[in-house]
């Protein structure tokens, strides 16, 4: 999905003011090494989309600040989304960047390439299967965006979290017995997480990139 595309380039970007640079330089001390965001499992109906980020100690320490930085960062692109604030530079960057990688694509292995093919055919025309992957639509869809964006809740979110600390009583999955623990989150942190308010500088939107060309 495009949109979904869009959305983990939001919010994995690395510049000054993102997600990424707030959670790994600006705050003292630093809370992550790494933030990325992508679709994790996609079925015929329905995708896992997810923020996976590197803890430091500090981080893991105060992993519940770091979840309310993802949710103020999803709440305040939401706002942005709502208001038609994002520029037209965004949409025209991914297209030329897809047109780029389509030109220049390397030789595929067959068998990939069917599978690939084959999973498109009752989705675009026949003469579109190839490069349907790589075309974006002349504007942004808004309101799509803005439903996945309402679809990212604190209620619907599976939070993972690993911690070399071991846990009393923990159960053990059956292959290799590692220990693991299943609990909902407490209402009162689901509510600070819906609450969650955005840094001074946390940026939604980055610049445009000088480095994307204009024409090829």
């Given at each position: 999905?495009?949109?979904?595309?869009?959305?983990?380039?939001?919010?994995?970007?690395e510049g000054?003011?993102?997600?990424?640079?707030?959670?790994?330089?600006?705050?003292?001390?630093?809370?992550?090494?790494?933030?990325?965001c992508s679709?994790?499992?996609?079925?015929?109906?329905?995708?896992?989309?997810?923020?996976?980020?590197?803890?430091?100690?500090?981080?893991?320490?105060?992993?519940?600040?770091?979840?309310?930085?993802?949710?103020?960062?999803?709440?305040?692109?939401?706002?942005?989304?709502?208001?038609?604030?994002?520029?037209?530079?965004?949409?025209?960057?991914?297209?030329?960047?897809?047109?780029?990688?389509?030109?220049?694509?390397?030789?595929?292995?067959?068998?990939?390439?069917?599978?690939?093919?084959?999973?498109?055919?009752?989705?675009?025309?026949?003469?579109?299967?190839?490069?349907?992957?790589?075309?974006?639509?002349?504007?942004?869809?808004?309101?799509?965006?803005?439903?996945?964006?309402?679809?990212?809740?604190?209620?619907?979110?599976?939070?993972?979290?690993?911690?070399?600390?071991?846990?009393?009583?923990?159960?053990?999955?059956?292959?290799?017995?590692?220990?693991?623990?299943?609990?909902?989150?407490?209402?009162?942190?689901?509510?600070s997480f819906?609450?969650?308010?955005?840094?001074?500088?946390?940026?939604?939107?980055?610049?445009?990139?000088?480095?994307?060309?204009?024409?090829?």
């Amino acid at each position: 999905n495009k949109l979904l595309r869009l959305l983990s380039a939001l919010g994995g970007q690395e510049g000054e003011g993102s997600l990424s640079w707030l959670l790994t330089q600006r705050l003292e001390p630093p809370l992550a090494t790494s933030v990325s965001c992508s679709s994790l499992y996609s079925l015929s109906d329905a995708t896992v989309w997810g923020v996976s980020i590197t803890l430091t100690p500090d981080g893991l320490a105060r992993h519940e600040e770091v979840a309310r930085h993802v949710y103020a960062f999803i709440q305040t692109l939401s706002h942005t989304v709502r208001d038609g604030a994002l520029p037209d530079y965004l949409l025209s960057e991914r297209r030329m960047m897809s047109k780029l990688a389509f030109d220049f694509a390397e030789q595929p292995e067959p068998l990939p390439l069917v599978k690939a093919i084959a999973s498109r055919m009752y989705l675009h025309e026949p003469d579109t299967l190839l490069s349907a992957p790589y075309e974006w639509d002349d504007a942004i869809d808004l309101d799509g965006l803005q439903s996945v964006l309402t679809a990212l809740t604190p209620e619907s979110a599976l939070m993972l979290l690993v911690d070399p600390t071991p846990i009393d009583d923990a159960a053990k999955e059956p292959w290799y017995g590692t220990p693991y623990e299943l609990a909902p989150l407490p209402d009162a942190t689901l509510a600070s997480f819906a609450k969650a308010t955005p840094h001074d500088e946390l940026v939604v939107v980055p610049p445009p990139n000088p480095y994307v060309p204009d024409d090829v």
